[in-house]
């Protein structure tokens, strides 16, 4: 492969879509511009986004003082479009495209979802706080940040989950709530495959009893709490090993044993291979994935770099569907342009993958066939033009071109830019293109 | 209400116009099914209550296990509503309980599909790939159904609303119709679009196929109805799951429009605030119904010779969670309903609760291969050797359902 083509691989599948001057950055070193981004802080800024307690806090007082529901509704969407905004300002104009893509790559792996609506206010926050700190750290301290995160506890019901013989349990006639602990076995470690059985499903959960959110009255309100009145007392077996009765202790044993365990490493090694390298990965290359996540006890920088090294991932360019998240970012990172959030939201509504609205706890998918219909991709090319007929500036297509692709594009496809009838016109069938509807 | 008449003026038109004359298309978009039958699979994704939705008021430890979940029996304020000596409906269903005494409602009672896990996703897999394992699933049995049906790259079948869900990904080609788009591209950009995909196996054909069934689904929609599907369309929730039914209801019922459809609605894992007649799975069932109701009445005379099925991946525990919810169970049920079927009656064998699977769900009496197989054998007419070995491999065990249909 020509090294510019390369140089195209690292931008579009590691970052977003090359910005002007990128391609010029990464050279002839596309594995070396990844890898140095690992070692780099996120050029991410949270602007005044509120941290996640404040928000559970003042939904948990409007729901005790109806008066203040109005108000919190324009609250809570401000800060969803704040959160998509800064976002969506990371991903298209930032530095560290790489560790932009890995944060929504995690954050797609946790998914919390504003299809349940109580959560709408803290998926962005839940981002911020759960996931950004340790897309290069270790998996082990993500699991234990998003297991403790409100949005989590509410999303998956947790905070709502009592030991059945536990002090509240047995005075309010109480019992445990499994979606999280199913979830958090199938989803987050293990895999539908890990070996688990409906005994471990429903003993994680009784583990998890007392995880759950401050209230009102016990202020600082919305932070994470754990309440020993309302953890199911008592021994428990989880995958053949006892957890003794050890209150929040036994829920972070729990966790760091499942983030060690060997299914948890193949699982995660097969996420990442069929986001990075193909929608079927290559076996041998999860293998070698998986291997260095158990011999380097979780440190996702080793991780991502032991996928750089996989010859598969350079191999073949273009061989994953851009998701519509994925094509409007990159769209609108070649032209340096923000859209503004409500904008964004809309197109991403219309083209099925709203902002921090996965349709179920799986996250959203990440093979091709869940996103070509008929329907869906007639929209993506309505989109295209959309896209470039709202622009305020529009840059001169060709140079886009050049900028995006260097020389990697089809002679085609580079005349039917060139000889477009204008500039906006020339843009959108650029975005259009089978190239850059794929990385 | 659009005439007969009218719609297919409009849908003449909209062929005939810009968009797919100009890429050079044929103007046929859909197949010919033989005779005029209608199929409709929706798909409630999350797991419904069977339970809930039907309760089995004669079964001696249905009030005890059920406990603040139990529905109140007919006649009282918020009752469930009478449909047999044993079962009732859940009060939020009330827009197909007419169905039900009109003989083209049916209920088949304590199904699933023989998978365990208790995953929704991989439970769904199951229930729309139709393999009895889970390895290599790539394609939906409503896809593999099609390929005796569906001639050359007529797309018999309609996906409705977003993306194509697996069971009807496969080789043969399906159609999709979803409300509220961008406006529409200039002709021209389209076209050299078009131009660009030529050799693209998965972006060509798609915006083709994309295009003409545009063209088509404009024309039967336009005017009353896209206003319509518009205030619902892509929105979340059970209200948004109406539009789509008379959306899809119309385009099943248009002269040369599909005969076979496929409705997602999700809402349905209430593991939190489930409630008895009001609540959270009653406002989801109000929703359900409403959608059925309005895809009948869309679908107008052709309603006589439809048949609509529901599945969901598994059902719901016996008993209420901690959360006043329940978690992941085993059976549900399945709603059949249309002019076609031999309704009226509550159907399959009744488990009991006196034992329970795992001591905590209610155990499948039918399996729901059994019934779709059934429904495709005798309503689209598929050969049984062909359903056993393509559409549901491995499962020559599983018979299909006689007498769901009328003679």
Known sequence: MPASMAAVVAATRFGFAPKPGELAEIGGDPRGWVASQLDRSADFTPGDLPASPETVAAMLEARRDKEEKPQLKERLKATYLGEIDARMRAAILGTTPVLERLTQFWSNHFTVSGMRPFVRGVTGAFEREAIRPHVTGRFLDMLLAVTRHPAMLLYLDNAQSFGPDSLVGRRQNKGINENLGRELLELHTLGVDGGYTQADVEALARILTGWTIAPLRDPPAGRFRFFPQIHQPGDKRLLGRTYPEGGMDEGEAALRDLGAHPATARHIATQLARHFIADTPPADAVERIARRFRDTGGDLKQVTLALLREDAVWREPFAKLRTPSELVISAYRVVGTVPQPGLAFMALKKLDQPPFFAPSPAGWPDVAAAWVSPESVLRRTEWCQTFAERLADVPDPVEVMANSFGEALPEDIQSAVRRAPDKRAGLALLVASPQFQRR | ?407
């Open chain 2, 1 to 407: 209400m659009t005439t007969r008449r009218h719609v297919l003026k409009l849908l003449g038109g909209g062929i005939a116009a810009c968009t797919c004359a100009a890429a050079g298309l044929p103007s046929a978009v859909f197949a010919e099914i033989p005779g005029s039958r209608r199929l409709v699979v929706v798909l409630q994704r999350g797991a419904m209550d069977g339970l809930a939705a039907v309760a089995p008021l004669g079964d001696s430890d249905y009030a005890g296990l059920r406990g603040s979940l139990a529905l109140k029996p007919p006649g009282e304020p918020d009752g469930a509503l009478a449909l047999t000596r044993d079962f009732a409906l859940h009060p939020s269903l009330a827009s197909v309980h007419p169905y039900f005494g009109k003989g083209e409602l049916l209920v088949l009672h304590a199904t699933g599909n023989g998978y365990q896990t208790r995953s929704h996703f991989d439970a769904q897999d199951m229930m729309e790939s139709g393999l009895s394992a889970k390895r290599g699933i790539t394609d939906g049995w409503l896809n593999r159904a099609l390929a005796p049906l569906q001639k050359g790259k007529e797309r018999l079948a309609l996906a409705v609303g977003g993306a194509t869900p697996l069971i009807l990904r496969g080789p043969m080609p399906v159609a999709s119709y979803e409300p509220a788009g961008f406006h529409a591209a200039a002709p021209g950009f389209i076209e050299a679009v078009a131009q660009l995909y030529v050799g693209d196996a998965l972006l060509g054909p798609a915006l083709q196929e994309g295009l003409k069934a545009q063209s088509f689904s404009d024309g039967v929609l336009a005017a009353d109805m896209q206003g319509d599907a518009m205030k619902g369309g892509g929105g979340f929730g059970p209200k948004a799951f109406k539009p789509l039914c008379e959306a899809a209801g119309k385009l099943l019922a248009a002269e040369g429009g599909p005969r076979i459809a496929a409705l997602d609605m999700g809402g349905w894992d209430t593991h939190v605030g489930q409630g008895a007649e009001s609540g959270r799975l009653a406002s989801n069932f109000q929703g359900f119904a409403e959608g059925l109701d309005a895809l009948a009445q869309s679908l107008g005379s052709a309603w006589g010779e439809t048949v609509v099925v529901s599945v969901t991946e598994f059902g719901r525990t016996v008993r209420v969670n901690g959360t006043n919810g329940t978690d992941h169970g085993t059976a549900s049920l399945m709603f059949v309903m249309g002019g076609a079927v031999k309704g009226g009656r509550v159907a399959g064998d009744w488990p009991s609760l006196s034992r329970l699977q795992d001591d905590r769900d209610l155990r499948v009496a039918t399996d729901s291969r059994g019934v779709m197989k059934a429904l495709l054998r005798d309503h689209l007419g598929l050969d049984g050797q062909y359903l056993a070995s393509r559409v549901f491999p491995d499962t020559a065990q599983i018979k299909p359902l006689d007498g769901l249909l009328r003679a």
